[in-house]
C-alpha cells in the first residue's frame, strides 16, 4: 500500500500563488509516476498534471500550462505543484496520485492510490 498526504491548500486571490505538497509513504515503486488531479463541486475529476519519478519532463494539462510547475523534493517521495496566476476557475480539491507503473497518463484510471485531498478556494 501507498499512502499519499497533500497540504497547503487555503484561500488566494485571484492571481497569486499558492504551493501544494505531497508526501508518499508505504511500498512506494520507483518505476512509478505520481499525478495532481483536481475536483470542483459538481464536476468530474480532472487531470492538473504528472511527473514520472524515473525521469522525463512532467507532463501537463492545456488549462495549466505555464501556470502550474510540479517537481520533486530533496526527499525521497516528495512532490510539488506550484500554482502561479491562480483564477478563480482553479478552485477545486486538489488530490494527489501514484501510479505501479509509469504510464504519463492523463486519466484517473492510470494511478491505483489517492491521497485525501486540500481544498484550493481562489476568490475574484
Known amino acids: 500500500q501507498v499512502q499519499l498526504v497533500e497540504s497547503g491548500g487555503g484561500l488566494v486571490q485571484a492571481g497569486g500563488s499558492l504551493r501544494l505538497s505531497c508526501a508518499a509513504s508505504?511500498?512506494?515503486?520507483?518505476?512509478?509516476?505520481m499525478g495532481w488531479f483536481r475536483q470542483a463541486p459538481g464536476k468530474e475529476r480532472e487531470f492538473v498534471g504528472g511527473?514520472?519519478?524515473?525521469?522525463?519532463?512532467?507532463y501537463y494539462a492545456d488549462s495549466v500550462k505555464g501556470r502550474f510547475s510540479i517537481s520533486r523534493g530533496n526527499a525521497k517521495n516528495t512532490m510539488f505543484l506550484q500554482m502561479n496566476s491562480l483564477k478563480p476557475e482553479d478552485t477545486a480539491a486538489y488530490y494527489c496520485?501514484?501510479?505501479?507503473?509509469?504510464?504519463?497518463?492523463?486519466?484517473?484510471?492510470?494511478?491505483?492510490?489517492w491521497g485525501q485531498g486540500t481544498q484550493v478556494t481562489v476568490s475574484s
Open positions: 508505504g511500498r512506494t515503486f520507483s518505476s512509478s509516476d
Open positions: 511527473i514520472s519519478w524515473s525521469g522525463g519532463s512532467p
Open positions: 496520485a501514484s501510479s505501479i507503473l509509469s504510464r504519463r497518463s492523463y486519466s484517473a484510471s492510470g494511478y491505483e492510490y
